[in-house]
């Protein structure tokens, strides 16, 4: 393998290498692959070195089961050592988990026989596989079980999609929100600098971020009136409800920490999280500034949307109070008043003590 063709790091207790054709976004396809013999490990990342994978190792089936979730995994292959070997449970408990709902496990054994097919299947396994004779063998199988996943993953996808377009055209007030959302967010990302595929995941999360308000009752989510205490704090879990609708899907992969912190706040007293400041990604930070925006300048039951300047004047007092962050706000009134008038209104809101008022509750 070359040298500056991957980077080793141990993460969640697996070894990684990944087979370097970008950074973050390059979605080359995730493998785990679980033996606990280190020659077929080693052999699997001489195998697959040059393919543009990213590639997990370990020995341990524990883990796997935690690191599954979180790596967000195309395909697991394990390999099954007979006699004493537990690869079919390692299976069932990967398959039991619903975020690995579309994460194919492959088991790869020697000369399985009928009781082994009907253990693989039981277990919830995508295939079983015997040892290769060639490595064009192995990568071919590898790739045609890889875009089975993405085919599916992508019609998935667009049914999540369009389950989101519909929660939203129920709701008078929500109309159009997802699709200007998504375009000043693409907008605002541009002029920080953003590459195409952060754009991308801009765009997407404009459509996903309030899909988890399909777990919130229609009573609270179209009341007219304030919220109680009860009906916030049901309101208060759709970012979760979302990451977790959005979670096993590929092609949200990247939209998801949008879709879980875009109520954060700087000072920590946002939800579901409650973290603070640089722990919150910035890619959430800058979508939070689009989304409150439009919140602000959008008709609501209770409220006549603000004008553009009243609500960046908003936006300015907030970032005061410590709830956003007053850079990003900065650039934002920038882009959308032009960066005198902009000045201007940083100028005003900082010669008056923020106003808790009627407006701070608008999303
Ligand atoms: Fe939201």
């Given at each position: 393998m070359h040298p500056s063709a991957r980077a080793h790091r141990v993460y969640y207790g697996l070894f990684v290498i990944i087979c370097q054709y970008?950074?973050?976004?390059?979605?080359a396809a995730t493998i785990l692959f679980v033996s606990p013999d280190p020659f077929y490990r080693a052999m699997w990342e001489g195998l697959l070195s040059d393919q543009g994978y990213k590639l997990f190792t370990t020995g341990g089936a524990e883990a796997a089961f935690l690191a599954c979730p979180e790596l967000l995994l195309d395909l697991v292959v394990v390999h099954i050592l007979l006699p004493a070997d537990h690869g079919f449970e390692v299976c069932r408990r990967l398959k039991a988990d619903p975020r690995n709902r579309l994460m194919p496990v492959v088991l790869l054994m020697e000369s399985p026989g009928a009781e082994d097919f009907s253990l693989a299947r039981k277990s919830g396994a995508s295939e079983v596989w015997e040892q290769f004779h060639t490595r064009e063998e192995l990568l071919l199988r590898m790739r045609s079980i890889l875009e089975l996943k993405s085919d599916l993953d992508q019609q998935a996808a667009e049914v999540i999609i369009s389950i989101a377009r519909i929660i939203e055209s129920r709701n008078p007030y929500a109309r159009g929100h997802s699709e200007r959302l998504s375009n000043f967010a693409v907008r605002f990302g541009k002029s920080l600098g953003f590459r195409e595929d952060d754009l991308e995941v801009l765009r997407l999360a404009g459509l996903l971020h309030d899909i988890g308000n399909i777990a919130i009752p229609d009573a609270i989510l179209f009341k007219s009136g304030p919220l109680n205490r009860e009906d916030i704090r049901v309101v208060e879990r759709h970012p979760a409800e979302g990451e977790r609708i959005c979670a096993p899907f590929r092609s949200f992969r990247h939209a998801l920490p949008i879709i879980r912190y875009?109520?954060?706040r700087m000072d920590g007293s946002g939800y579901p999280d409650g973290l603070k400041g640089d722990h919150i990604p910035l890619i959430a930070k800058i979508f939070q500034v689009v989304d409150i925006c439009d919140a602000l300048t959008s008709d609501r039951p209770q409220r006549r949307g603000l004008p553009l300047p009243a609500a960046l004047t908003v936006m300015y007092e907030e970032a005061e109070m410590g709830w956003l962050d007053p850079e990003l706000v900065s650039h934002f009134a920038s882009l959308v008043i032009g960066a005198d008038h902009a000045m201007a209104l940083a100028r005003s809101c900082r010669s008056f003590p923020a106003q808790t008022g009627q407006w701070l509750k608008h999303s």
């Open positions: 970008g950074g973050f976004h390059t979605m875009h109520h954060e």
